[in-house]
């Protein structure tokens, strides 16, 4: 079993149910165990900063198999949920990416790990931070880097419910 952080964005549609969704499908998966959720966060676009805002998540998941077949079930829901990748960094109804994987290097088209901007984007950190206080990257602080970043008021926690207790498979 390894160790995986998943991260969940959306700005089209109805984001906050396609999370809802989606997790339930995330946790459907075979092989997969949901061990925590972070809450929502609304947050600035990156990257492409004229589109609206977006909810942002992060997941950490144990998973029996391979990096590349878990972004394949990844890629999979994504498609169940209308996701178009029309625009680089553009809108979209579902965004699932995996950030990290402990212990776990990966380079290929289809996954690259750790995720070459996860450590930049405030969006991914501080949901990451929730859940994962302790996480160190190169030798530094995950409450660190945040802090290094600076303005984390673009990065909004929502005050929604919108995960059951995970449980045990």
Known sequence: MSRFYISMGSNMGNSLEIFRKALVRISEIPNLFLVKASSIYNTKPWGKTD??????????????????????E???????FGRKRIVHWGPRTLDLDILY?????????????????????????????????????????????????????????????????????
């Not at 805002?53 to 394949?72: S, W």
């Not at 859940?131 to 409450?143: A, C, D, E, L, N």
């Not at 970043?149 to 909004?156: F, K, M, N, P, Q």
């Open 101 to 169: 994987g402990e212990d776990i290097a990966c380079q290929s088209p289809l996954l690259t790990l750790p995720h070459p901007f996860f450590w930049d984007r405030l969006f991914v950190l501080v949901p990451l931070a929730e859940i994962t206080p302790g996480f160190v990257y190169k030798g530094q602080r995950i409450s660190d880097r945040i802090h290094e970043l600076g303005d984390t008021t673009a990065v909004r926690k929502e005050e929604v419910e919108w995960k059951s207790r995970p449980s045990e498979k």
């Open 74 to 80: 990844l890629l999979a829901i994504e498609q169940e």
């Open 51 to 72: 589109q609206p805002d977006f909810l942002n998540a992060v997941l950490l998941v144990t998973f029996h198999g391979e990096g590349k077949e878990l972004m394949r």
